[in-house]
């Protein structure tokens, strides 16, 4: 389900490497991105393509890390951005510094109304038959055991209890975790219920073409009192830079699904779900979530 919103968020240019022999790929970056100010660096020739066996690479992971675009700093050609950066606005002195960025998150409870929430309950009880499985969709033979779950991706006839509250979110959530402002082209959102031993591993929400326009991630937790299930923690971790390439570090947060609250943080992070527990496996005793992204205009200049 999609929702359009006024515009509001964070810099990110289009980045295209052009290598030897005509070759380019397109990639999306922060603007202070460490991969960025490396890629930079080496046009500028601040860093030099060492020879034989010392020679430096880069390493950048594509579709979300199941795949990875790997060349030498030789056979970087130059590099296209949109908007234009100039070259000397891109600070390369801290490039030798820490490689471990911390995750900026924010969570807020009584998000909404003991009445709504209870309409949303009521509804997905309701709608119980038409969730589909998500294993079904998103899993593949590379890896086969991604996610289990289910989900229900259009639900209009709630969807606006939840956006009202939502739309007056999201400029404070915008000055908590450190973004600036962007033209927002749409809303996404779903409608999951995690049973027993369901989970997300871990992944990020942008990492491909078609959700590179992703910025903001959210998850709404909702479910019956008193609490039927135990598990289902979200994990957000911090970043790691290693030889320009973007990991998910060793450290991370854990964010406890309490009844009634919502949790944003950048969509480039990687996260996960925990297995949940629902000892009698009923569907009413699921952790429910309303989860998705806040997507920027693809054409959008900073």
């Not at 490689?99 to 929430?117: A, G, H, M, R, S």
Request: net charge negative; proline share 7%.
């Amino acid at each position: 389900m999609e929702f359009y919103l006024e515009a509001i968020a964070t810099p990110e240019v289009k980045v295209n490497i052009l290598l030897n022999g005509g070759h380019n790929y397109t990639i999306w970056l922060k603007t202070n991105s460490p991969l960025l100010q490396s890629l930079l660096a080496v046009i500028r020739g601040d860093s030099q393509p060492q020879t034989n066996s010392g020679a430096q690479w880069f390493h950048i992971p594509l579709e979300n890390g199941h795949s990875a675009l790997s060349f030498p700093q030789s056979s970087l050609v130059g590099v296209v951005t949109e908007p234009p950066l100039l070259l000397e606005n891109i600070a390369s002195n801290d490039l030798q510094g820490t490689n471990i960025f911390p995750t900026p998150l924010v969570q807020i409870d009584n998000f909404l109304t003991e009445e709504e929430k209870l309409k949303l309950i009521s509804y997905s009880l309701e709608k119980e038959s038409a969730f589909v499985d998500t294993a079904s969709r998103t899993n593949t033979s590379y890896h086969p055991d991604h996610r289990k779950s289910s989900v229900l991706y259009q639900f209009p006839e709630i969807s606006e209890i939840f956006l009202r509250r939502f739309r007056k979110a999201i400029p404070f959530v915008l000055s908590k975790l450190g973004m600036g402002l962007f033209p927002i082209s749409r809303i996404e959102a779903q409608l999951t219920a995690h049973n027993d031993n369901n989970y997300f591993r871990l992944h990020k929400d942008n990492g491909t073409p078609e959700t590179a326009t992703r910025e903001l991630t959210y998850s709404y937790y909702f479910y019956r009192e008193p609490k039927p299930f135990y598990g289902g923690e979200l994990l957000v971790y911090d970043r790691k830079i290693l030889n320009s390439c973007d990991y998910p570090s060793d450290s991370f947060q854990t964010i406890e699904p309490r009844n009634n609250s919502i949790v944003f943080f950048p969509s480039q992070c990687y996260h996960e779900v925990l297995p949940v527990t629902c000892v009698d496996k009923a569907f009413a005793n699921s952790r429910f979530t309303i989860n998705g992204w806040v997507r920027r205009e693809e054409n959008f200049k900073f």
